[in-house]
């Protein structure tokens, strides 16, 4: 079994090594396994042809955005998270080659609100229409850092959303694989059914928000899902990914997925690395794996806080 370190580091490198995967492969219809390599086959079209196999997206630079917030201020800190973000997708921090590219809509009217002014807490965009999985890939690296309780992780899981979505269907998204997370990284049976059911007894208090969990999120039915954007199918396919196999399976079984390709690649990758330890991890995914000199600085904060 994997160390408690082994499987911290796993999950940190296994959504960006996942986001890196899937980023060549965006916006395509399903594929098979075999073809799903960092370095795509001759003649395969490209979403972003000028960015070198190996490169995170927004994803990843959104989970390090979080990462160094919560190291540096100690604390969940949504205003120097905003910030944080804000630099993201002006500035290129914590992007490879400083080079930013597919933000998310509503993501970038988020920003658009934070540079208006409005509070970090109130700038996500809250309607139906916008619960798509831009919190939700970049909420695992809360769950390598936290030492609380289970409300006190939900509690951050949910605020953490709200800066770029505010829909409480995306939060409680963010909020289910937060304690998903955590019991994987724990080792707990049936991780994902035991995530529910704390999930459950900690809403029963919040009408609402138990009903978008009930209703719209964890309706009885077995895994699935179509990689698409939205924030409970990007759940799902990951969880569907994950029954799949072994890191290497896990994501190209989301990659294989099609359309929003490198988020379900690193939300499923995030949880396949917890569970199995980086040393799951292909070593050479891992030495092409641009842009250590980024991450390797706060994944040893991060192991060295334990």
């Known amino acids: 079994m994997p160390t408690r370190r082994e499987r911290l580091e796993g999950g940190l490198l296994g959504l960006l090594v996942g986001d890196a995967l899937g980023v060549p492969y965006e916006f395509e219809k399903p594929l098979p ?31 390090l955005c979080l990462l160094a917030s919560l190291l540096e201020r100690d604390r969940f800190d949504a205003d120097d998270l905003a910030q944080r973000l804000l630099r993201c997708h002006t500035e290129g921090y914590l992007w490879v080659d400083g080079r930013v590219f597919d933000t998310g809509i509503i993501t970038a009217a988020a920003l658009r609100a934070l540079r208006d002014g409005r509070p970090a807490l109130e ?14 890939m970049r909420v695992l690296p809360l ?15 949910r605020a953490q959303s709200r800066i770029t979505h505010g829909h409480l269907r995306a939060q ?55 990689g698409t954007g939205y924030v409970v199918d ?3 396919s990951a969880r569907l990914a994950v029954a799949a196999g072994d890191y290497p399976v896990v994501v190209r079984t989301a990659v294989a997925l099609g359309e929003d390709t490198d988020t379900t690649a690193c939300v499923a990758g995030g949880i396949a690395g917890v569970r199995d330890g980086v040393a799951s991890i292909p070593e050479e995914w891992r030495c092409r794996l641009r842009g250590q000199e980024l991450y390797q600085p706060l994944l040893q904060a991060l192991l060295a806080r334990g």
């Open 234 to 236: 990007c759940l799902h």
């Open 172 to 226: 409680a998204c963010c909020a289910l694989y937060c304690l998903w997370a955590r019991r994987v990284l724990e080792g707990t049976d049936d991780p994902w059914e035991s995530g529910v059911a704390a999930l459950r007894a900690l809403f029963a208090g919040e009408a609402e928000v138990l009903r978008e969990l009930n209703e719209e999120i964890c309706p009885e039915a077995p895994p699935g899902g179509r």
């Open 143 to 157: 769950v390598l850092w936290h030492k609380g309780s289970d409300a006190e992780l939900v509690a951050d899981a």
């Open 123 to 136: 700038a996500g965009p809250a309607s139906e229409r916008d619960n798509g999985n831009g919190s939700l």
């Open 33 to 63: 396994l075999a073809q799903i390599d960092f370095t795509p086959p001759p003649g395969h079209w490209h979403a972003w042809p000028l960015t070198p196999p190996g490169t995170w997206s927004d994803d990843g630079a959104q989970a």
